[in-house]
């Protein structure tokens, strides 16, 4: 082992320089002395290391001296030599940094930092088995070296058997966490065919003989409309809906948008997904992407909306195969054949596919809007047959108006009908005319009893009916001969119950045209007051425009359907906000009842053979019977009476007593101008001017002077 500190010559100048100066300062001589000195100087090196005194350590930035050192002294001229070696090894690169000193055959005073001698109970943890290049190449060392050097640090002793059974790249073993279930998203439940009505379970049943009875009337049965057994059904898998949800997610983390898919409802003609947004993160800017959404998702149209009473965001896109919604399916549900409703309306599925029925009796009145081909006359004639399917000819008479002579004559001749289909807007207005007459009258019968709609109204009659009383009202007969008070007299009438009047308006844009000023006039008349007495009207249009819905009908229509629309401008006359142009057409509508709810639906579709056979069979009770007033109006004295109603002034009695009102002012306050009898009357200018004018044709008055004055040709009494 003593030969082990002996060094080389080129391993002792190999050595860097601070070891070297620290060996010196203090090492002892006899220590020292085990180094060979170098062969070149041997005196000169056994001198210094006999120097009591301490050497200063070589400036390692110097360079190479260029003056000769034979003229210096001994010491200087040594120190030079030491300082010139340890220079030119560090510039030829032959010291390796990593290469360990081997001092421990040398005994020394001090601490030995060089060295480092773990025990076994602080060994450090063994790090990560990762894979790492290779081990530098470089001048092997002896076994025995290492040995020495570090006998216990054994993480550094190569194993081969060890290292041929593990990979040089095995990964570190981590912890088995139990995976969670992936959430579910897709709520599919199994649509079944909605429970059928009692009507729809007795028609099922083989009918017997002795059951037919024969009636005066019979409501069409189900089995004229189409089987929906017959509809071919698409239903997606779970995983399409699941990748669906999240491409979705994908589409709107590209836009910005962060938010979670919480809930996909399939439907049979769109699919929702529900969107939980971020906090933070507004509805509007959602919304704003219906187009960037539609196009990244591939499909036709995008609509997005709040859903109500919840905290996510609608994103309802169609599916690629739709489902027919059929008129029968609805008919046969028990919303419809077991409610209570008065007037029910048929107008399709939610996107969920569930029917949705609405009760036109608690609208009261129903605006529909749509443009051509969006699949508003097939809504309007499912919601006619709605009522055909419900209520008999004394329960409920129809008036149909239809300026393009298409849509609705077809229903010419049954017995629902209170006059022949009006094609002629000029009839129209006649007819509307008598309709708010028709209302007049009932609301004086209903004050008469006391009553304050037309349910408690008929409740009267059917209680007087079942009991066999007789109404009785209060008529005068005439006057006392002696006071010459009038006389009344009670007298008794039989009961009649009042149907309902539906009013079905196709188009009212050619209404809008050609009596505009009348139309609108009897349309809110109607509209404000005609809930009460049991009539509603259901008007239909394709020009959107605020010219046609003006805010007057607006106001007084609560209740609105929107069909598909060409644009926005459209979508917020009709229904007050957009979403209208996002829709597809063919009978996929928005629903606003009057709570401003708005609900997505997809309207039956029915062919014109069912409409036609329906009404064969209605055909087959016998022709109906006609009021002949709707058509021809009414007598002159009543229809001044409706016009002073309505505001569109009276007849020419109502004329004669303006002017003879006209006549009296004059006579009386001796002036006679067209603003003053303008303002005396509160009427028009043109109406005043026309009065001024009959006045100087009867001679009452002169023509007007050069400077616009009448005399009064009449003397004052």
């Known amino acids: 082992r003593a030969a082990v500190a002996v060094e080389p010559p080129l391993q002792a100048a190999a050595k860097p320089a601070v070891t070297v100066a620290r060996s010196a300062l203090v090492a002892p001589p006899r220590a020292l002395h085990a180094a060979e000195p170098t062969a070149a100087k041997p005196g000169l090196l056994a001198s210094l290391i006999r120097r009591p005194e301490p050497m200063p350590e070589p400036e390692l930035i110097e360079t190479t001296p260029d003056w000769d050192d034979t003229d210096m002294p001994g010491d200087d001229r040594i120190r030079a030599r030491i300082a010139d070696a340890v220079k030119a090894r560090l510039r030829g690169g032959l010291i390796n940094a990593a290469e360990p000193v081997l001092t421990r055959g040398l005994q020394v005073r001090g601490p030995q930092p060089l060295i480092y001698k773990p025990g076994p109970a602080s060994l450090p943890p063994e790090p990560p088995l990762r894979a790492t290049p290779a ?123 962060k938010g979670e898919i919480v809930s996909v409802r399939p439907g049979p003609v769109v699919t929702m997904y529900e969107l939980e947004p971020a906090p933070g993160l507004k509805a509007s800017r959602v919304i704003g992407l219906a187009d960037d959404i539609a196009r990244s998702m591939a499909a036709l149209s995008a609509r997005v909306s709040t859903v109500p009473g919840r905290s996510v965001i609608g994103i309802e896109l169609p599916n690629e195969n739709r489902e027919k919604v059929v008129l029968r399916e609805i008919l046969a549900s028990r919303d419809f054949g077991d409610s209570n409703m008065r007037l029910p309306l048929a107008l399709g599925k939610n996107i969920g596919g569930d029917p949705v029925v609405a009760n036109l009796a608690k609208m009261p009145h129903l605006l529909i809007a749509g443009t051509t081909g969006s699949g508003k006359s097939v809504a309007i004639n499912t919601m006619i047959l709605s009522l055909l399917y419900k209520l008999t000819p004394e329960e409920c008479r129809l008036i149909m108006i239809d300026p393009k002579m298409l849509e609705l004559s077809v229903y010419d001749g049954i017995p629902h009908l209170l006059s022949p289909v009006v094609t002629d807007p000029k009839k129209a207005v006649v007819a509307l005319k008598w309709v708010v007459g028709e209302m007049e009258d009932r609301y004086r019968k209903m004050s008469k009893m006391g009553v304050r709609n037309i349910e408690g109204y008929n409740g009267r009659v059917r209680e007087a009916l079942s009991k066999g009383e007789m109404f009785s009202r209060t008529v005068q007969t005439g006057f006392d001969d002696d006071t010459g008070e009038p006389v009344f007299e009670t007298e008794e009438f039989q009961p009649v119950a009042l149907p309902y009047i539906v009013v079905i308006v196709d188009e009212m844009a050619d209404l809008m045209m050609v009596a505009g000023k009348e139309i609108e006039a009897c349309i809110q008349r109607l509209a404000q007051m005609a809930r009460a007495s049991g009539i509603h009207l259901i008007m239909a249009t394709q020009r959107p425009s605020v010219d046609v819905i003006t805010g007057t009908i607006k106001a007084n229509f609560p209740t609105r359907i929107s069909f598909q629309v060409t644009s926005k401008i459209d979508s917020r006359t009709i229904l007050g906000e957009m979403g209208a142009e996002q829709l597809l057409g063919m009978g996929d509508m928005l629903y606003m009842a009057g709570g401003a709810k708005i609900i997505r639906c997809h309207g039956p579709f029915v062919s014109d053979e069912e409409v036609e056979e329906i009404v064969n069979h209605l055909k087959a009770f016998g022709p109906p019977s006609y009021v002949s007033t709707v058509l021809e109006g009414p007598d002159e004295e009543k229809e001044a009476d409706i016009d002073l109603v309505l505001g569109l002034g009276g007849n020419t009695d109502s004329d004669d007593a303006l002017y003879d009102q006209a006549v009296q002012i004059v006579i009386k306050d001796r002036k006679c101008s067209t603003s003053y009898i303008q303002r005396k009357l509160a009427i028009g200018y043109n109406k005043a001017a026309r009065l001024v004018e009959q006045m100087e044709e009867e001679g009452l008055v002169s023509p007007a002077n050069h400077v616009g004055k009448r005399e009064i040709l009449v003397p004052e009494h």
């Open 135 to 257: 081990m530098g190449t470089g001048t092997p060392m002896a076994p025995d070296m290492v040995q020495d050097m570090a006998p216990d640090m054994d993480y550094n002793i190569f194993d081969e058997d060890e290292d041929d059974g593990l990979p040089l790249g095995a990964p570190a073993p981590t912890m088995s966490v139990p995976l969670s279930e992936p959430r579910k998203v897709v709520q599919n439940p199994a649509r079944r065919a909605p429970a059928p009505s009692r009507r729809a379970q007795a028609e099922a049943q083989p009918g017997l003989a002795f059951d037919d009875q024969a009636s005066a009337y019979e409501l069409p049965p189900l089995s004229l409309l189409m089987n929906p057994a017959e509809i071919t059904r698409h239903h997606l898998s779970d995983e399409a809906l699941e990748e669906n949800a999240r491409m979705l997610e994908n589409v709107l983390d590209d836009y910005g948008v």
